[in-house]
């Protein structure tokens, strides 16, 4: 009898996109003492590649700070390439859309507090994300409910 091995595992990871826009320098929120506004969006985005059981998932997140004006615009598209294999049809989204993205989010993270600090800025540290949160919300507007 042979037996069921499954493997979840990450080939690569690398930053696809990279963009900071310092729009106002820091003297800006200095001077007001004011705690600027920060909404961070954040995506995941699944390919198959050509390869069988091996996929790319990037976790794109948007961040806009702002005070009266804004702050600054950072976008980020940071990928990974996983090779999943040997799990059940119906474990495979969770497992994309779940433990993919949560595996990179600590490096996006770092590079987000980086980028935002060599910018002129405090690093920025974005909270942990609850990525099964993110994915019933995803699934519940695009109208499918989980099972």
Known sequence: MEENKQTLGIIAQYIKDLS???INSISQMESSGEQPQID???KVNIEKMKKPNEFSISLLTEINAKLDKPLFILELDYAG???IDGFPKEMMDP???VECPRLLFPFARSIIANVVGEGGFPPLYLAPVNFMDLYQQ???SQGQTLQ
């Open 20 to 22: 900071f826009e310092n």
């Open 40 to 42: 961070v969006q954040l």
């Open 81 to 83: 390439e996983f090779i």
């Open 95 to 97: 497992i994309l859309y």
């Open 138 to 140: 995803q699934m519940e």
